[in-house]
């Protein structure tokens, strides 16, 4: 079958950095994607990578290894506003997303 | 506004009786999908649409029907909601032709089921 696993919840402090892991086993890979959810609100779109490596966005980083079927989701300088939900999500042969459960993220002070 | 919009954003049903969440959106998408969000569980895909004449199950399409009445809108009905069906449904939208487009989801519809 086909699965996508993530840290249930992760807790950092303001100004830290913290690093959500995605293990997946898709049929086929056609890229994955990375959502933020803050609580009660539709997730929202933050990255895709089809290619191996790492793509920085400003405080956040995306890493990926097709071979190892691993990604992660890298923020530094956390701020409050960065507490929420974080979605990885697989696009198999199909094109269709198999989305893992989220790492709920809590930022202390 | 938002471009993609859900109504109602809260519903409490009972048991059998028929539920229809709408969707509409601005953003002039063909690509329209429903998925359902439970505690502890990724999104799953119920319905999805390409266009209008366009109509495709998804994972877990029992329990529910959709109707595309036009490309901005996509209705989504249970016909006798049960209580299983309480969950998070968002609507989403994608750019036409981008297989690998980012989705834009509406800000969701809480169905509770008593």
């Known amino acids: 079958g086909q699965n996508i696993d993530q840290p249930t919840e992760m807790t950092a402090t303001e100004g830290a950095i913290v690093q959500i892991n995605c293990t997946y086993q898709?049929?086929?890979?056609?890229?994955l994607f990375w959502y933020q959810q803050h609580a009660g609100e539709a997730p929202t779109f933050l990255s895709y990578?089809?290619l191996d490596g790492l793509e920085e966005k400003g405080r956040f980083s995306t890493f990926l290894s097709r071979s190892k079927g691993y990604s992660y989701l890298l923020l530094k300088e956390l701020q409050m506003k960065d507490s929420a939900s974080y979605l990885c999500?697989?696009?198999?042969?199909?094109?269709?997303?198999?989305w893992g459960a989220g790492t709920k993220l809590i930022i202390k002070p | 506004d938002a471009d993609v919009t859900q109504t109602p954003r809260n519903r409490i049903t009972k048991t059998g009786k028929r539920i229809m969440l709408e969707c509409s959106q601005t953003?002039?998408?063909?690509?329209m999908y429903w998925y359902r969000q439970d505690p502890g569980l990724g999104l799953r895909l119920i319905y999805y649409?390409?266009?209008?004449?366009?109509?495709n199950k998804g994972e877990i399409s029992d329990g529910y029907s959709v109707s595309r009445q036009a490309q901005a809108k996509f209705s989504l009905s249970l016909e006798s909601a049960i209580p299983n069906q309480t969950a998070l449904y968002f609507c989403?939208?994608?750019?036409?032709?981008?297989?690998?487009?980012?989705?834009?989801f509406g800000e969701g519809s809480r169905l509770t089921v008593l």
């Open positions: 989403a939208t994608k750019e036409n032709g981008r297989e690998t487009g980012e989705l834009f």
């Open positions: 953003k002039g998408h063909d690509r």
């Open positions: 649409s390409f266009d209008v004449k366009d109509i």
């Open positions: 898709t049929s086929g890979f056609n890229g």
């Open positions: 990578n089809v």
């Open positions: 999500a697989v696009m198999d042969s199909n094109y269709q997303l198999i």
